[in-house]
Nanobody, 122 residues
Framework: QVQLVESGGGLVQPGGSLTLSCEAS?????????GGWFRQTPDTDREEVAC????????GYLDSVEGRFTISRDDARNILYLKMNDLQPEDTATYYC???WGCGEGFVFHNWGRGTQVTVSS
């Protein structure tokens, strides 16, 4: 099955950190493709958290995570990461990764993973 596979979620206390990983299964996540992280709860629509362009590695973030989250990529291993610091209860969600030809409006994300749960609670 062609998809991206997320890992690294878990339960963390407010103020804590987690690093999510996203690896390709059944295909090659090419270095020139953009990678994005999204999140969704049962009560909210899916929202884009961060996106990293392919060639130029330009990152963009949701306002509420700017300065706390960092998206990056290991080109040698073709893994996309999301480092999350100072996590807050409102960050609780299922996090997904996906690939696209670029970041921004007009680009369609594909190869969606099944998600990894992040729960921030004391």
């Amino acid at each position: 099955q062609v998809q991206l596979v997320e890992s690294g979620g878990g339960l963390v206390q407010p103020g804590g950190s987690l690093t999510l990983s996203c690896e390709a299964s059944g295909f090659t996540f090419e270095y020139y493709e953009a990678g994005g992280w999204f999140r969704q709860t049962p009560d909210t629509d899916r929202e884009e958290v961060a996106c990293l362009t392919g060639l130029q590695r330009t990152a963009g973030y949701l306002d509420s995570v700017e300065g706390r989250f960092t998206i990056s990529r290991d080109d040698a291993r073709n893994i996309l990461y999301l480092k999350m610091n100072d996590l807050q209860p409102e960050d609780t969600a299922t996090y997904y990764c996906a690939s696209a030809w670029g970041c921004g409006e007009g680009f369609v994300f594909h190869n969606w993973g099944r998600g990894t749960q992040v729960t921030v609670s004391s």
